[in-house]
Nanobody, 117 residues
């Protein structure tokens, strides 16, 4: 069983920065890719980006160049550094782990990010 706990959300002005963290329990974190998603009110959930177990990253076009995902396998934690934030980045951000061995899907509780104009 894996538990994911996000932290670091909050209210920030446009142009500002926030860093989200997602701490995972269990031993499967280092061998799995981690995803960050977001969901704004009235909109579908959107994949923000992914980091593989080896550290390769990929991002949605909407955040490319502004957001950076990193991971610390020793701490079982993945990070989402968000710079140059825009009001349209306002959403609940959640981390996700899909266990490649079992197909089980784990989600954090989500953390609210609000960007004011």
């Amino acid at each position: 069983q894996v538990q994911l706990v996000e932290s670091g959300g909050g209210l920030v002005q446009a142009g500002g920065s926030l860093r989200l963290s997602c701490a995972a329990s269990g031993s499967i974190f280092p061998i799995n890719a981690m995803n960050w998603y977001r969901q704004a009110p009235g909109k579908q959930r959107e994949l923000v980006g992914v980091i593989t177990s080896g550290g390769t990253t990929n991002y949605a076009d909407s955040v490319k160049g502004r957001f950076t995902i990193s991971r610390d396998n020793a701490k079982n934690t993945v990070y989402l550094q968000m710079n140059s934030l825009k009001p349209e980045d306002t959403a609940v951000y959640s981390c996700n782990l899909e266990d490649w061995g079992t197909g089980d899907d784990y989600w954090g509780q989500g953390t609210q990010v609000t960007v004011s104009s």
